[in-house]
């Protein structure tokens, strides 16, 4: 069965645990993090060993995400999962 490879915009809170989660899950390979935050991002990608960004777009254009989990503030998500769907990406979000 092939991977599917995630990439995670917002790694506060939930989108920590999404990553953490990720590791168990054979069917999935976390592929890059993002964060508004930069120490966030840093810290993220340096602890999964990820390459991390503070753009989501640079996330998103990636040819090694395939589809993106959106964990951040509610109010981003439509900006960021409209742009991941028009890139061609499946998107979660983790919050209506």
Do not use: W
């Not at 509610?74 to 028009?86: D, G, R």
Request: charged share 25%; with cysteine.
């Amino acid at each position: 069965m092939d991977k599917v490879r995630y990439g995670i915009v917002g790694v506060g809170g939930m989108g920590l645990g999404h990553a953490n989660t990720m590791q168990r899950i054979e069917e999935c390979v976390l592929a890059a993090v993002c964060d508004a935050a930069p120490e966030a991002a840093k810290a993220a990608g340096e602890k999964f060993g990820v390459p991390y960004h503070t753009d989501y777009r640079e996330l998103i254009d990636r040819p090694d995400v395939d589809a993106v989990v959106v964990a951040t503030p509610h109010y981003y998500h439509p900006e960021v999962a409209i742009y991941a769907m028009q890139k061609g990406k499946p998107v979660i979000s983790e919050k209506p």
